[in-house]
């Protein structure tokens, strides 16, 4: 059981965990250290394996959209057809 005194507050705001940010400087310095490896080793990939990791690697980057079903009943909207007018500079 739980011994001394509970902090209701949380942790203040933009604190970081000390543990996390540990592990992630590792980590960082290892991918550092290994990125001419890494590099080489890709080149020697077929181009299936070579498009697979650079697909997940993506991840990492690039927000995972995910798509989604909307249902449309025909005279739902009050409008017809959008114009859009391009303004140039």
């Given at each position: 059981m ?43 990939l077929?181009?299936?394996d070579?498009?697979q990791?650079?697909?997940q690697?993506?991840?990492?980057v690039?927000?995972t ?11 739902e ?5 959008v ?7």
């Amino acid at each position: 059981m739980f011994k001394g005194t509970p902090n209701l507050n949380g942790r203040k705001v933009g604190s970081t965990n000390k543990v996390s940010s540990e592990v992630k400087g590792m980590i960082a310095e290892l991918v550092d250290g290994e990125s001419r490896t890494f590099k080489e080793r890709l080149e020697n990939l077929s181009d299936k394996d070579y498009c697979q990791i650079y697909i997940q690697l993506m991840r990492f980057v690039v927000p995972t959209m995910k798509s989604i079903d909307i249902p449309v009943i025909q005279d739902e909207f009050p409008f017809q057809k959008v114009e859009i007018e391009i303004i140039g500079k």
